[in-house]
């Protein structure tokens, strides 16, 4: 059969194999059930499937796994009954080989898993959410982070992962923003395009490739009152120019699966949406992948949307509208062969979708080397490399907010005792953030550990205190006292305070009195973010405030240290903390990167990518806003406590005035060298329907380090159009470098700005440049920067 030979070009295999095939294996091909149910764990760690699972795949009912090695809470896979690193390779093995040797035609499993910091398998190394990675402000560290997910991913038989989420937060009470990038759809296109390279690699029949899924397709992290999945109301011009930027750049970039979103926009379910998934992906932006609904996404067309009536009418709908393969749901092998029976179904487009799925598992090499080596899985997951790289991760992304008076960094020698206090301070799994794993005791290093290690070296560690003080939930006063009896013997307080996303592992809690960690059945849970745990507030939960002000009242030096996974609007800390540090949920090796930079070990250089408002009334309070949006309340401004971009580091940076050299000068000018480089561009453009731009300026800044250490300063380009047919941002962030300077050195560093950078959507939904004035603020921040004009004449 010609499909099985190699030698065959894609194109002849995919149809050779379309044509051989029934409509039941059709139909089989776009059904991706939960992986983990499919087989049971024996004491010598080997498997034996269920004879559910062996039954549908020799009828040809199953085309892909979800999940097979995801293990949490969720899925109750533990340590005990998950499968090792080896273990697991071995498992998805033997299900591919069950799966070619005994259905019809051979056609392997497409397996696909969660990797949103880390595969979320047993075993792999827990790297910091993306909203940290962000933070670094480093598109080429992220893409070694990605590619180091793909290594362990795909060592094991993973093809797929569901990542990078894309969505831009207008709402950060939504409690999936962890997940996120950020506010800005710029920086985000930066890193989704990072995250495709890092996934995707050069070939996606590499050993270190997986398929990167560009979710949630659209506008996911803009809903109702930031509650997750509600509706959206956007209009389509704000879609094209915000929330869909970092999908068509990721797209551009290669990527080769889509995940729709849950939510609607104007009154249609993005699952159902022929003109999102159709007209802008595969018509205008040339996407040449498949399309994935989220879990069980298509039932809520017929119960929560209420579009149709039965299960035939859901499966037609979405399979016309686009939707290649379903996860982790039952809609299209319970209903799509009846819709075809009734007519309701087109089996042009099961076709269409077949065709793609199966185009997809030929590129990755599936049909010719369908197994992994398990020693290679055993080698490199978890490797040396990998851990380092997590806590460089974190070394990078770690945001110092506030210093006054230069409280830190602080001396691991020449410091009093030092008070480690509060619910985050050694509770592992709090910073490690949704979409992770179960993890062995002492793999993950909390502050209190990673600051223990830091005065352990230095022979100090017997000046170390440590108290719980409260829990993150939980409103009780009793563990206070034994904090304040322990912050009294200290000279500086360290309080690590936030939040947690931490599903129910079976951690326990901790004894407030000694610290000592209490496992029992009733135990509430800590978590108040992560996916479906959306606040009202964004201020911290529980007692912590009261602990603070306790804690201050004693006259401390007190650091405030935040593990969480949305941004903390608490006035009266900002006033009164000396020094406050953001670590997101910074990973395994988050501990040890914390503790580097409170002692100086490492600057920090992480910068802000969502803003943190004062009070959540504020809301929304994202930096490129439109000029129309208002002056104040009564009781506050709009300004945030703490603005996009913003970070500060143990020295200072001083920015000289930018210099422009203008290339193009005018809409003429720019018009001609658009349409000389899509003629010379024209293959690559007529693929992946990519917009030729053309270069308009490069503009120069001298950055100079005025401080006493060295360090790094990430210098950020803002673009303001003053004047323009449709309303503008007041300003957006255009571009970035990150920059390392000895005391005393300068620097130049320069940006260039090319008509994509000018451009703005019409209400057409054209992308064009207008001529006028443009200011360009370079700084570091978007509240401050060097400001100068570019003019485009007509």
Known sequence: MSYKDPSTPLQERVQDLLAQMTQDEKIGQLVQPFGWRMFDKQEDGTITLTEAFKEDIVAGKIGALYAALRADPWTEVTLETGLSPREGAAALNDIQKFVIENSRLGIPLMFGEECSHGHMAIGATVYPVPLLAASTWNPELYEQMCHAVAVETRSQGGVATYSPVLDIVRDPRWGRTEETYGEDPYLASQLAMAAVRGLQGESLDGPDSVIATLKHFAGYGASEGGRNAAPVHMGMKELHEVDLMPFRKAVEAGAISIMTAYNEIDGVPCTSSDYLLDEVLRKQWGFDGFVITDASAMNMLVGGYNIVETGEQATALSLKAGIDLEMSGYMFG?????????????????????????????????????????????????????????????????????????????????????????????????????????????????????????????????????????????????????????????????????????????????????????????????????????????????????????????????????????????????????????????????????????????????????????????????????????????????????????????????????????????????????????????????????????????????????????????????????????????????????????PGETKTVTFTITTEHLELVTSSLERIVESGEFHLQIGGSSAAGQVVSLTITN
């Open 334 to 742: 319970k209903y799509l062969k009846s819709a075809l029976e009734q007519g309701i179904a087109d089996e042009a487009h099961l076709d269409q979708a077949v065709r793609r799925l199966l185009e997809i598992k030929f590129r990755l090499g599936l049909f010719d080397h369908p197994y992994v080596d398990p020693d290679r899985a055993e080698r490199v997951i978890h490797s040396p490399e990998h851990v380092e790289l997590a806590r460089e991760v974190a070394r990078q992304g770690i945001i110092l907010l506030k210093n006054d008076a230069s409280a830190l960094p602080l001396s691991a020698t020449h410091t009093g005792n030092i008070a480690v206090i509060g619910p985050n301070a050694n509770k592992p799994y709090n910073q490690l953030g949704d979409y992770t794993s179960p993890q062995p005791a002492g793999k993950v290093v909390t502050p209190l550990e990673g600051i223990r290690q830091q005065l352990a070296d230095a022979g100090q560690e017997e000046r170390l205190l440590y108290a719980p003080g409260c829990r993150i939930k939980d409103g009780s006063l009793e563990g206070i006292p034994y904090a304040l009896e322990i912050a009294e013997q200290a000279e500086t307080v360290i309080l690590v305070l936030g939040g947690s996303s931490a599903r129910d592992f079976g951690e326990g809690t901790i004894d407030l009195r000694t610290g000592q960690s209490l496992v029992h059945d009733s135990e509430e849970s800590d978590m108040e973010s992560g996916e479906g745990i959306d606040r009202v507030d964004l201020n911290l939960a529980g007692a912590q405030l009261e602990l603070f002000k306790q804690i201050q009242a004693l006259g401390k030096k007190l650091i405030v240290v935040y593990i969480n996974g949305r941004p903390v609007a608490e006035p009266w800390i900002d006033e009164h903390a000396h020094a406050i540090v953001e670590a997101w949920y910074p990973g395994q090796e988050g501990g040890h990167a914390l503790a580097e930079i409170l002692f100086g070990q490492v600057n920090p250089s992480g910068r802000l990518t969502i803003s943190v408002p004062k009070h959540v009334g504020q809301l929304p309070v994202y930096y490129n806003s439109k000029r129309t949006r208002g002056k104040r309340y009564l009781e506050m401004d709009l300004q945030p406590a703490y603005p996009f971009g913003h970070g500060l580091s143990y020295t200072t940076f001083a920015y000289a005035e930018p210099v422009v050299r203008q290339i193009n000068v005018s809409l003429a000018a720019i018009q001609a060298t658009t349409a000389a480089q899509a003629v010379s561009d024209a293959p690559s453009l007529a693929k992946a329907k990519h917009t030729p731009s053309a270069l308009v300026a490069e503009v120069d800044v001298e950055i100079t380090n005025t401080g006493d250490v060295a360090g790094w300063e990430v210098a950020q380009l803002y673009i303001s159009d003053l004047v323009a047919t449709f309303t503008r941002p007041e300003k957006e962030l255009k571009g970035f470098a990150r920059v390392y300077l000895e």
